[in-house]
């Protein structure tokens, strides 16, 4: 089982950046297919990216060319560096470890507003 923790939340203006965290524990980080999604109020959650084991990654049409996930396996610690927001890109954002299963964070609060 893992347990997951995002941190780096919180509000930005337009254009600006912010980089969320998950740290997972519990289990073998490496093991794991990590990925981020995102809720917005009155909208069903969506797939924002992942990034396998080998370190392939996929993106949301969305967020390509904006948004980049990365992990460390040192530091058990999965990363979007998310870059030119917009206000559409205001959600929830959850972190997920998928092995088999799913594994959810609690989610942090990302607002993009001016």
């Known amino acids: 089982q893992v347990q997951l923790v995002e941190s780096g939340g919180g509000l930005v203006h337009p254009g600006g950046s912010l980089r969320l965290s998950c740290a997972a524990s519990?289990?073998?980080?490496?093991?794991?297919?990590m990925g981020w999604y995102r809720q917005a109020p009155g909208l069903q959650r969506e797939l924002v990216a992942t990034?396998?084991?080998?370190?392939?990654?996929k993106y949301a049409d969305s967020v390509k060319g904006r948004f980049t996930i990365s992990r460390d396996s040192a530091k058990n610690t999965v990363y979007p560096q998310m870059n030119s927001l917009k206000p559409e890109d205001t959600a929830v954002y959850y972190c997920?470890?998928?092995?088999?299963?799913?594994?959810w964070g609690q989610g942090t609060q990302v607002t993009v507003s001016s």
């Open positions: 997920t470890a998928y092995r088999g299963e799913n594994y």
């Open positions: 990034i396998s084991t080998a370190s392939d990654t």
């Open positions: 519990g289990s073998i980080f490496r093991l794991y297919t």
